[in-house]
């Protein structure tokens, strides 16, 4: 624990790829919770591919991150102090604490109590937003059936991982494409998908068409670009896309256009493409951790950490998942559970 | 009437733009229906924008139209021979005649035998499949509510001029595109649209600016291409964008890409983005003939016909079609009605 508030605030907006330059560290004062405020220490902090979108100056589902303010960023923590009503000191709450050690959270800030005896890791992974991000993307949005087949790009990762095993229990036939031959191993041998593609060493379409012999009824797309392209030509009539994440686009100054066949391959083969963003679920949390919960207790349904221990490590930890470096849910230890 | 049969067949298929020598004019015998086969002259040819991709080498929704085959076409005729029993000479049907003055239907083909004193135009346009795929295009895939602002391109040709009617019946702002200051009057006074663009000459992102303030929940897409990349960055949270056809693309050799932003707008903004071939309402259609049969007996649905003379001027009429050249919904009078 620490005596200072140690914390990374954006430096610059990057123009291309996310550099370490882009956030500086810096060590302030543990700030004191005013009224209708609690102060939290963070003990674990989420890195997720869609915070490179939060350092753009241009608004996403939330408004950019402003330069010289402490990184954003998802946390689970400790409150410390209290001067609000609804918590109270030894209480374990979620919320957007940034990188930092400690934050303050007001009286407008999502903020949400943890059960006492919740297991943290479980609650920032499968059963926290990647969990629910799987969950409602492949279910509400994809809506699968028995017998369909279903496409999951960067399969190994903290979303993709749980999408593919959650189309298994469904009932589904999985492939998924990850970038080595040991995700490729990992996806299949332990989490029991049905075929894994090396997208950086093989022919996509081409495997896609041979991994999936009856096409395929939905794609959970979790990059865009070049396989996103590749699996739409793929696509049976009436199949879905459901759109959760572009991560082969957010790193770059230079985006891609939108793939070809787009608007015409949708028409043709009648296909759905939808977005959506996991905290429009929020209302309707209760029903999908019923579910998570009891395919985790099953054995049906497993999940990997991949750890990054410091909060002084998160901007590598940041670059490297955005270059696909994580197997896993990557998350950064801040401080040791209580 | 004739005492051969005319029709155009395919000569070749077009590279680019289509071309009249794409089509070979050719007189045959008329030919004698067989066992379980119907003899049918046509009256009405329908000219569709859809029509230009059945004649490329790969399949859409239909297969492609052979080299040396008729062109294919949605023809209303009558029955002149029968040896099928579900139909008698002097019977009116419609089905997929193609360019030519009669087609014989076998059993396996699809035709629909229609009631005794139908209005033919009508059938043909605003309560046929004109009319068809904008009521499910708009109320199925679009879903509209109350208040919400409509958009849609192609406003002044066959669908998009009932489109916006059907969306101001259901009490949408309706905002249209159309090629020339003729058709943006016709949609706003003729038609009842809130707001036309010319997008030949106006800057169709700013001005859709300043015609939906609030942003648009309903795209309706005919064109693809740049209105479709303007459209997709003025579209609200929520958004659908109804994927009806692309004209702006099918005549060409060289496609434009897909839409910048995508798939990231549709994740961000949680846009719905999805396809759809009119024929796949077939057993609903009752309900839609409903509808549109009450809106424009009550005035409030009005259709236009732009009536092209004489088979010989098909490959003329589809090609400005293509272009732009009509205002509302263009077809072939290759006979007199009985």
Chains 1, 2 share one sequence.
């Not at 991560?247 to 891609?256: G, M, R």
Request: hydrophobic content about 40%; some cysteine; overall charge negative.
């Amino acid at each position: 624990m620490t005596l200072m508030n140690r914390q990374y605030v954006l430096a610059r907006r990057p123009t291309g790829a996310l550099q370490e330059s882009d956030f500086t560290w810096q060590e302030a004062a543990i700030p004191e919770p005013g009224p209708g405020e609690a102060l939290v220490r963070s003990i674990y902090l989420s890195l997720d591919p869609a915070n490179r979108g939060w350092v753009n100056d241009v608004p996403t589902y939330r408004p950019p991150v402003g330069l010289g303010e402490p990184m954003a960023g998802f946390v689970i923590g400790q409150v410390v102090a209290s001067n609000r009503e609804d918590l109270a000191a030894g209480d374990l709450v979620e919320g957007d604490g940034g990188w930092q050690d400690y934050a303050v959270y007001g009286a407008d800030d999502d903020v949400v109590k943890l059960p006492p005896g919740e297991d943290l890791i479980a609650r920032m992974s499968v059963r926290g937003v990647t969990g629910l991000t799987a969950y409602w993307g492949l279910l509400d949005i994809g809506q699968p059936r028995t017998g369909e087949t279903v496409v999951v790009s960067a399969a190994a990762g903290a979303v993709g991982s749980i999408v593919g095993q959650i189309a298994k229990i469904k009932g589904c036939r999985v492939v998924g494409l990850a970038g080595s031959d040991e995700k490729c191993q990992w996806i299949v041998d332990d989490l029991g998908f049905d075929a894994a593609i090396n997208y950086k060493t093989e022919n996509v379409l081409k495997v896609l068409g041979q991994h999936c012999p009856d096409g395929i009824d939905i794609y959970f797309d979790n990059t865009g670009g070049d396989i996103l392209q590749a699996a739409l030509f793929r696509m049976n009539q009436g199949g879905r896309i459901v759109c959760c994440g572009v991560v082969s686009q957010y790193d770059t100054a230079t985006p891609l256009p939108g793939p070809h066949g787009m608007p015409g391959l949708l028409v043709v083969r009648r296909l759905r493409m939808e977005g959506f963003i996991v905290m429009d679920y929020d209302d309707r949390r209760a029903e999908a951790d019923a579910d998570l919960t009891a395919w985790v207790a099953e054995g049906r349904l497993k999940y990997k950490i991949d750890m990054i221990e410091g909060l002084e490590n998160a901007p590598r930890g940041l670059i490297g998942l955005l270059h696909g470096e994580n197997t896993g849910k990557r998350m950064i230890r801040v401080s040791e559970e209580p």
